[in-house]
């Protein structure tokens, strides 16, 4: 294998190049190779200055994450970095792409950077449960101040080059040939002979804090927001709050134990878990590598309603110029001003211009009629969920489309095959399951029908990508992966109610857990009528939910449904009466009341979602437990730290998910919860499904 780090001498300067595909990522090789090549530059008189430089796509995206657990391999970051920092000539980093991590360590180890403009430069450590382990939190507020250090190291989230030019992480924005410009500037450090600026060494953007510790905890409060109690965030905020008093090789020393100390924590292995799943969850086991993506020029959104409407703001965000299509000139017109609604109240919150709201309302255009959709390269229809409707529909599209268009249907429950075998074409015919609010939530459920072609689904996952969604494909049955889980929590939510637990009670449980929202606080925010007219067509009851239906209470649409909510506010406030409805529920059914702990909350509603996850393996409608994670990560806000249902359940020992789920299905005599196959058979192994999945990947 080639060597990953190699030196060039472009006259007095010396180049040092990073080219270690995809990321550039900091593995052994390549530190050591940084090591030794910046110490032989600092030593050959005839150099002058030292750039560095990366191949490729990116400048050094981090730390090879692939290592961490592994035996450590000296020169361990720390010493790489501390030894350039340590020499004598001017160095610059010359940064494109994205400079994350242990990158931007390094980065910040040298004395300047330049970065081309479209660059981001970031420490996302904290996503994936860990602080910068490299000097990270010593030099960066050395370097631009704690106010603007703490946000970039507590979200996680890269700036851009501009932002770091105004911070002061970025000497230069070089346009055009950015190696050319980074030597350029280079030889103007050699010649003006500047001083060396050592960010290790800087403490004059410390001193208001110095003098006014109170400060810091404001600032610190402020950027730890939410994450307050985790881990991560907490040690970071105490890394940081060591430049104040704590000498800089003393703090490197202690930020490093932090780091080692928190990759144990199952904390952060969850979230480099959810890293990784989302990053496999697109690989289709079956799918020949060269399979290619058809091209998607033009779109077509069938249906203007809550899911249409969001699903072309989609296109349009991305740039893809999309038709909106529905029956009529006045629910067009309805269906287009709510999205400009929407648009226009971000630009009132800040969160774009004017102009980018006329830009992208030009991307939407509208049509009465499906022979709007005559010249798109991928349609989705998103009209009422009735099978009759969308096959008439799917009938009609099979003869005006283009031939190779991608037919999707977002639909949440119908059988994607028999919808694509209502029309000729059924290998262009996709699911591309999106969630509600389409514009905001991340997930999109790809579901592969039995004659879905392999370059349709691609094309599936590309577009997807390109609208800014976390794809993931699934099979064919009734509500997928996500929602068909999400059943299983609703069900036992509900018999818990009956049996002795309060909404808030189950709710709060569920907070604490770490999901940002009950169950019946999201029944409220859903609406608790759609499900209560789907029972009343089917002649069922749910004796709670449809009473409070039948008293008007639907939820936060009318002010009261499991809770009550004061004007204006979507806050839950538990309610005396529906207290009342519940109680009288639970004598109607002749259920005897009993107190219910937490612990019982969490064993009965998210026990039975893991072990409906393992019979959705079983069945192959998830290819992969990582799958359904990420399904749950991104559509239902599980919490990441605890890395997605089947991750979680491997934290806990599917031995005891077993025998938890099989303890209450005989104490209740409930057959839904008697464990999975699946989940009895790797209990017995004493296996996971973490190594589940490493058998998948081998037989495959
Ligand atoms: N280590 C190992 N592998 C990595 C990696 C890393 N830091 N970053 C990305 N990869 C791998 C991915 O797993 C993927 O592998 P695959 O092709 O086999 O699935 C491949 O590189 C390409 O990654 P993406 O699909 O994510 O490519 P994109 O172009 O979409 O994104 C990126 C590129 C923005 C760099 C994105 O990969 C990313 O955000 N990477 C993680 C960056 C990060 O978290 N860095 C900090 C690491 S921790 C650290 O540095 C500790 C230090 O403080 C000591
Ligand atoms: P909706 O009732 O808000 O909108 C449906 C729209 O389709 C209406 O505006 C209607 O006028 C239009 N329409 C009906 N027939 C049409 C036709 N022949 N041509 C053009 N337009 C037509 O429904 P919603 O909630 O947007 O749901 C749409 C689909 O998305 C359903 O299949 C639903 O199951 C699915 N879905 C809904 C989610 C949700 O949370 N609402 C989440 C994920 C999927």
Redesign the pocket.
């Known amino acids: 294998m080639s060597d990953p780090v190699t030196l060039r001498r472009e006259g007095a300067i010396a180049v040092i190049t990073v080219d270690n595909p995809p990321v550039n990522a900091l593995k052994h090789a390549v530190r050591a190779g940084l090591q030794k090549l910046f110490k032989e530059a600092d030593a050959d008189a005839s150099v002058q200055a030292i750039v560095l430089a990366c191949a490729g796509r990116t400048f050094i995206a981090g730390a090879d994450i692939t290592e961490f657990g592994k035996p450590p391999m000296a020169p361990s970051l720390i010493e790489a970095i501390t030894d350039i920092d340590n020499v004598s000539k001017p160095t610059v980093a010359a940064i494109h792409g994205t400079a994350l991590g242990g990158g931007l360590e390094v980065a910040l180890g040298c004395n300047y950077r330049v970065a081309s403009k479209d660059a981001k430069l970031g420490l996302p450590e904290i996503k994936l449960g860990l602080i910068p382990g490299a000097g990270g939190t010593q030099r960066l507020p050395r370097l631009i101040g704690i106010d603007k250090a703490l946000p970039i190291i507590l979200s996680g989230n890269p700036i851009s080059a501009s932002q770091a030019l105004q911070d002061g992480l970025v000497d230069e924005i070089i346009e055009g040939d950015l190696t050319a410009g980074a030597i350029a500037f280079a030889k103007r450090l050699a010649s003006e002979q500047l001083s060396l600026k050592r960010a290790s060494r800087m403490e004059d953007k410390l001193t208001e804090f110095r003098k006014n510790p109170e400060k810091f905890n404001e600032v610190a409060a402020k950027a730890v927001g939410r994450n307050k109690g985790l881990k991560a965030p907490m040690a970071a905020v105490e890394a940081v709050k060591m430049t104040l008093s704590v000498p800089f090789e003393e703090a490197i020393k202690r930020e490093r134990n932090m780091f080692i100390e928190l990759l144990v924590t199952d904390e952060s292995k969850s979230q480099r878990h959810a890293f990784f799943a989302e990053r496999e969850a697109t690989k289709v086991l079956d799918m020949p590598a060269d399979t290619k993506s058809r091209e998607v020029k033009q779109a077509a959104v069938?249906?203007?309603?809550?899911?249409?409407?969001?699903i072309a703001m989609c296109f349009a965000n991305a740039g893809i110029p999309v038709t909106l299509?529905?029956?009529?000139d006045e629910?067009l017109k309805?269906?287009l001003a709510k999205i400009r609604t929407n648009y226009e109240n971000t630009a009132k919150r800040g969160g774009m211009s004017e102009a980018d709201v006329e830009k992208r309302m030009s991307l939407i255009k509208g049509a009465?009629?499906?022979e709007g959709t005559k010249d798109a390269d991928m349609v989705i229809?998103?009209?009422?969920?009735?099978m009759g409707?969308?096959k008439?529909?799917f009938g009609k599209l099979d003869k005006i489309t283009k031939k190779g268009a991608i037919l999707a249907?977002?639909?949440?429950?119908?059988d994607v095959n028999e919808i694509a075998n209502s029309t000729s074409r059924p290998q262009d015919v996709i699911g591309m399951?999106?969630?509600?609010?389409?514009n905001i939530m991340k997930l999109l459920e790809i579901v592969r029908g039995e004659k879905s072609a392999f370059d349709a689904i691609q094309t599936a996952i590309t577009v997807g990508r390109k609208i800014a969604k976390v794809p993931v494909v699934v099979g064919v049955c009734y509500g997928f992966v996500g929602?068909r889980m999400l059943h299983r929590r609703g069900v036992q939510a509900d018999r818990l109610v009956l049996e002795g637990a309060l909404p808030q009670e189950v709710d709060a449980a569920t907070l604490e857990f770490g999901f940002p929202m009950g169950p019946f606080a999201m029944g409220d925010l859903?609406g608790i009528d759609?499900g209560w007219r789907i029972r009343r067509a089917r002649g069922e009851r749910n004796e709670v939910a449809d009473t409070l239906a039948e008293a008007g209470r639907f939820g936060q649409k009318t002010g009261k449904g499991y809770y009550i909510y004061e004007k204006g506010s979507r806050t839950p406030i538990p309610d005396p009466e529906v207290e009342k409805i519940i109680l009288d529920a639970s004598a109607k059914k002749g259920i005897k009341r009993r107190p219910i702990s937490k612990q019982e909350i969490i064993e009965r509603t998210v026990y039975p979602m893991i072990n409906e996850g393992a019979r959705i393996l079983e069945e192959g409608i998830a290819s992969r437990p990582g799958d359904i994670d990420v399904i749950w990560l991104y559509g239902y806000g599980w919490p990441v730290w605890r890395g997605g249902p089947m991750h979680y359940a491997d934290t806990v020992g599917l031995k005891h998910v077993r025998d938890r789920l099989a303890h209450h299905a005989k104490e209740l005599g409930d057959k839904s919860l008697e464990p999975a196959k699946l989940l009895d058979r790797l209990a017995n192994e004493g296996k996971t499904f973490a190594s589940l999945a490493s058998e998948m990947k081998k037989a495959s």
Do not use: Y
């Not at 229809?381 to 009735?386: I, K, L, N, T």
């Not at 249907?409 to 119908?414: E, G, I, M």
């Open positions: 069938i249906g203007g309603g809550t899911m249409g409407g969001g299509i529905e029956t009529t629910f309805n269906g009465v009629g499906l229809e998103a009209v009422f969920e009735e409707l969308k008439e529909i249907t977002n639909t949440s429950t119908l399951h999106f969630f509600s609010p389409a929602n859903a759609v």
